[in-house]
């Protein structure tokens, strides 16, 4: 009979992997984000629209959820306007109200790259694939230590082959042992 060890410590180095390449993907949105932020100036803004989106879903196409993404416009620091929608979008119901005023930042380099000023529009990607790393390397690591674990009590003393450096290469015969 099989142990399921080493199926174990395979599943759990794949989340740990998972849970690392999120990492590796959450370090690559902070830099790109706080490099915007090097980058970008403050502006008042006004919701003028939103864009919709409609999502199904994939099992059974009939739980459909629409989600709004502001659109503002706001003025540069030359007062040229520009209109931009936000990269963050809620369901059911839009956040904002048309005509509301809103903090906006926008990359003076390049003025129509911007976006609300919000922690989540800033931050939730950093936090939620960071988070989510985390908890993938935390699991696969502790699944991967287990499943070796499991493999090594599974081999035990005296079961490695002679030669191998292992406990097999005790000689095991008592007249030896006591001589």
Known sequence: ?????????????????????????????YLKEREFL??????????????????????????????????????????QTRRATSKTSQGDKPGYAVGQTVSVLYNRDRPDEAELDTFFASWGGVTILGGMGVVFCAFGGAVAVNGLRGMIRRKGPGQNPPGSGGSGDVPRDPAILSG
Not at 4 to 29: E, I, Q, R, S
Not at 47 to 69: G, K, L, M, P
């Open 1 to 29: 009979r099989r142990s399921p060890a080493p199926v174990v410590f395979v599943v759990g180095a794949f989340f740990a992997v998972l849970g690392g390449a999120m990492l590796f993907a959450a370090d690559k949105l």
């Open 38 to 79: 090097a980058h970008s100036e403050r502006a008042v803004g006004t919701v003028v629209d939103f864009q919709q989106s409609v999502v199904s879903n994939n099992r059974t196409h009939y739980e459909r959820r629409t989600y709004y993404a502001p659109v503002f416009i706001f003025a540069d620091r030359s007062g």
